[in-house]
């Protein structure tokens, strides 16, 4: 089983927008790495995000490169606050590979969590971390990373 935890791209501020949308950079980014992942044989069944709509427009572009037939939903537990172990809990019940775009500091706890990585900080801002499990979610090891 793969995750394939992704960092929504740069968004605009909130005195621009408040609904934050990617910016035009950010965008063109997402595009770029989404495009690299699926290459590198990213091929999710589930695409979930946070609701947010820069969260929404990462995980759309995504699912259009990596697999456009994915089932694509906002789902609770990715808010930028939530417990990491929530999303921990919810992976070892799923078989199919999962696409997470999310936020940080969410994003860099639950990496840490997962592959028990000391270190939050080693998460790629704006990037996407692959990680494998072969043992139902119990362990997890990076395979790849895109920043």
Same mark, same amino acid.
């Given at each position: 089983?793969?995750?394939?935890?992704? #960092? #929504?791209?740069?968004?605009?501020?909130?005195? &621009?927008? @408040?609904?934050?949308?990617? /910016?035009?950079?950010?965008?063109? @980014?997402?595009?770029?790495?989404?495009?690299?992942?699926?290459?590198?044989?990213?091929?999710?069944?589930?695409?979930? #995000? /946070?609701?947010?709509?820069?969260?929404?427009?990462?995980?759309?572009?995504?699912?259009?490169?990596?697999? +456009?037939?994915?089932?694509? /939903?906002?789902?609770?537990?990715?808010?930028?606050?939530? +417990?990491?172990?929530?999303?921990?809990?919810?992976?070892?019940?799923?078989?199919?590979?999962?696409?997470?775009?999310?936020?940080? +500091? @969410?994003?860099?706890?639950?990496?840490?969590?997962?592959?028990? /990585?000391?270190?939050?900080?080693?998460?790629?801002? @704006?990037? &996407?971390?692959?990680?494998?499990?072969?043992?139902?979610?119990?362990?997890?090891?990076?395979?790849?990373?895109?920043?």
């Amino acid at each position: 089983m793969f995750v394939y935890l992704v #960092h #929504h791209g740069d968004a605009v501020g909130p005195d &621009v927008d @408040h609904r934050r949308p990617l /910016s035009t950079a950010g965008q063109a @980014h997402v595009e770029r790495i989404a495009a690299d992942a699926a290459a590198r044989g990213a091929n999710p069944g589930i695409v979930w #995000h /946070s609701g947010k709509l820069r969260a929404k427009q990462t995980a759309e572009a995504f699912w259009r490169a990596c697999n +456009p037939l994915a089932e694509l /939903s906002a789902t609770r537990d990715l808010q930028p606050d939530d +417990p990491p172990q929530w999303i921990a809990d919810r992976l070892r019940a799923e078989r199919r590979d999962i696409l997470i775009a999310g936020h940080f +500091p @969410h994003l860099p706890r639950v990496f840490a969590l997962l592959t028990a /990585s000391p270190d939050e900080r080693a998460f790629p801002l @704006h990037g &996407v971390v692959a990680l494998s499990s072969d043992d139902q979610g119990a362990t997890w090891q990076e395979v790849w990373r895109l920043e």
